[in-house]
């Protein structure tokens, strides 16, 4: 009988592709309603800026721990782990009594989040192979652009009818059913007799948080607050480096970072962080604040974005054989680059209408650009350290859109008419640059590649 009933349960694709798909929800909440929990909870304009880059910061600090576990500990141990954290930390958001405690059940939510995205890419990169890995691992992207799409949309729902904390509850709900049917249902990969480095994972958590907050805090310009906070954060993350170098079993191999997929693959996560997804997960923002557009509206405008990653991330597999992953990200970073730029056309009483190209440009790179680089972080590390190396793209990701997503916060915060458009478009060219930086970058590294490779 315990079989039937567990073999009822969702298959190991499903359960990860869905866990992923929450991940996003969980990070894109906050997108429409962040007016209503600055009302609940009196959020500054700093407190603004970590609501909304919180999860993403935690996700960014806790992915290549929770790599290293995966790959130490077992990665569908730390996968279930990370499910229940954001069990906790969702109920937690839920009923915060203030803004201090809901942004740090961000944070803790984007920890969660961590284990799901360091290893469940590792278990698919497990599971399958050749042919069918490439697949899954489209599905994995669409899962990425699904999330993105449904999150505003269902906190929006929530909102109308129960309020905002409501979205927090049904993630939980979510979390709870997903981590039991892990449990039951996915492999558990090889374990290594290793240490894990906590004081690595320390450095870095610690490091990423004083960057982020200094670049919070940079609005009331360049006081001694920010540069103590910018030295602090450097010299921990040198540090860092320096003692993964040392280790036996770091959390991230620096010497990786030779490779020149790996570094090119992490390179344009960054990019994409910083660049498409910063500035895309804003839009509702400007258009609930500058045009009056209803929260519920502008979920469903920013569909044209987040809807159509989901079915460009999947159609990506249908692309000729001959256009290599490499050319794949690079052509796909600078769609997302022309999508930005189109996005330079909102403006007071702009019709929503005149958005959607933009978004709908923005959409089809990014799938392309998810799906491609979710197959180059695993293929870019040897197999036994392919939780690492979608944890590291992951983190990269996750560290472009917190940074990215704070320095747009800062930029429109407390604006209103022309100035607040005015400092969107400051935004549009700021994030654009990080994207054309980025696939500039990737351009470099394939040519020193054959350069190398031709000595």
Known sequence: MSNEKIALLPGPLFIIAF???????????????????????????SGQ?????????GAACGLLTAGALGDTLGRRAVFVGGLWLTVLSSIGAAFAPNGLILILMRIIQGLGSAGLM??????????????????????????????????????SLAMMTAGWPTIHILIAIISAILALAAQSRLPESPRKEEPVDLLGSLLLIIG??????????????????????LCVGLVLLAVFFVLEKRLSNPILQVELFARTDFSGATLAAFASGAGVLALMSMVPTVLVRGNDVAPM???????????????????????????????????????????????????????????????????IANG?????????????????????????????????????????????????????FLRWHEAVLATTAFSIVGAIAMILMARRRTRLSGS
């Open 118 to 155: 360091a290893c469940g890419l590792g278990l698919l990169g497990q599971i399958h192979t050749g042919q069918a890995r490439q697949q899954a691992a489209g599905i994995w992207a669409a899962s990425l652009g699904g999330g993105v799409a449904a999150g505003p949309i269902l906190a």
């Open 49 to 57: 800026a970590w609501v909304m880059s919180g999860m993403p910061l």
């Open 368 to 420: 392309v650009l998810n799906a491609s680089l979710g197959h180059a972080a695993v293929e870019s590390v040897p197999d036994d350290r392919s939780a690492m190396g979608s944890a590291a793209n992951n983190t990269a990701r996750y560290l472009g859109s917190a940074l990215g997503i704070a320095l747009i916060s800062i930029l429109i915060a407390n604006t209103g008419g022309e100035t607040l």
């Open 208 to 229: 990423l948080g004083c960057l982020l907050s200094a670049l919070t805090e940079v609005r009331f310009g360049l006081t001694p607050l920010v540069w103590s906070l």
């Open 297 to 363: 509206m502008t979920s469903v405008i920013l569909l044209a974005w987040s809807g159509v990653t989901v079915f460009s991330a999947i159609g990506a597999n249908y692309l000729p054989a001959g256009l290599t992953p490499r050319n794949r990200v690079i052509l796909a970073i600078f769609g997302c680059a022309v999508g930005q730029l189109l996005l330079l056309v909102i403006n007071p009483g702009t019709s929503w209408l005149w958005v959607l190209p933009g978004l709908f440009i923005a959409g």
């Open 19 to 45: 866990a992923t798909f929450l991940a996003l929800v969980v990070f894109t909440a906050p997108l429409t309603t962040l007016d209503a929990m600055t009302e609940t909870h009196a959020l500054s304009a």
